[in-house]
């Protein structure tokens, strides 16, 4: 099935240094999500974006819908230990169809203390 | 009760043994959804329940799996004559509605030896 091209695949960065991963799509989505998932724990909803150009923030994350409804970009500022795990982005389109997400392959993020 | 549950946490098979896997959504969520994340890759869509009924399991890898609900609550995916390829991990989650926040369980590991 169709999945979202999600970069990097993976980032070591120090604690307090500032995070960027993004993903594109061929098609259109009218929802974007991301995700974080801990060892052992399925995923978690961080940041949900429902309008093109929609700029939304959640403590240190910030997250864009990309205008052309085929990206979208996910920051954490100043990094904590604690920010360590694997993200995903996922797509969600409107209608009929939205029961179901399509997902990015993930960027798993390491911090160094 | 408070989140998804899913059991159980980890399965080790013998190939070619049938598997059975528990999911307890959270009461009151009319939709419930499994996926599968293999190894290094994002989540797969397999199946989605509107109360007891599947309007899409097109995600379904083969024949060799299947899925019910009942009550309108307690979902269970079975998978017939394992294979290795079906090692991974096995997520659940539901939702008050269709499409709507979705929570995830943390999911069965799966391996097929």
């Known amino acids: 099935g169709q999945q979202l091209n999600q970069s990097p695949q993976s980032m070591f960065i120090q604690e307090g240094e500032d995070v960027s991963m993004n993903c594109t799509s061929s098609s259109i989505f009218n929802t974007w999500l991301w995700y974080k998932q801990e060892p052992g724990e399925g995923p978690v909803l961080l940041i949900a974006?429902?309008?093109?150009?929609e700029l939304t923030s959640n403590g240190r994350l910030t997250a864009q819908f990309g205008i052309t409804r085929k990206d979208s970009f996910l920051n954490i500022s100043a990094s904590i230990p604690s920010d360590v795990g694997i993200y995903f982005c996922?797509?969600?389109?409107?209608?009929?169809?939205?029961?179901?997400?399509?997902f990015g392959k993930g960027t798993l993020l390491t911090v160094n203390p | 009760g408070a989140g998804v549950s899913q059991s159980p946490s980890n399965k080790v098979t013998e190939k070619g043994k049938d598997v059975e896997l528990r999911c307890d959504p959270i009461?009151?969520?009319?939709?419930l959804y499994w996926y599968r994340q293999s190894l290094g890759q994002g989540l797969e869509f397999l199946i989605y329940f509107q109360g007891n009924s599947a309007p899409d399991k097109s995600g379904l890898p083969s024949d060799r799996f299947s899925a019910e609900r009942t009550g309108g609550s307690v979902s269970t995916l079975t998978i017939q004559r394992t294979q290795q390829e079906d090692s991974a991990v096995y997520l659940c989650?539901?939702?008050?509605?269709?499409?709507?926040?979705?929570?995830f369980g943390s999911g069965t590991r799966l391996t097929v030896v």
């Open positions: 974006l429902y309008k093109a150009g």
């Open positions: 009461s009151g969520h009319t939709a």
């Open positions: 989650a539901s939702s008050l509605e269709q499409g709507a926040g979705y929570t």
């Open positions: 996922a797509g969600q389109r409107s209608g009929g169809s939205n029961y179901k997400l399509t």
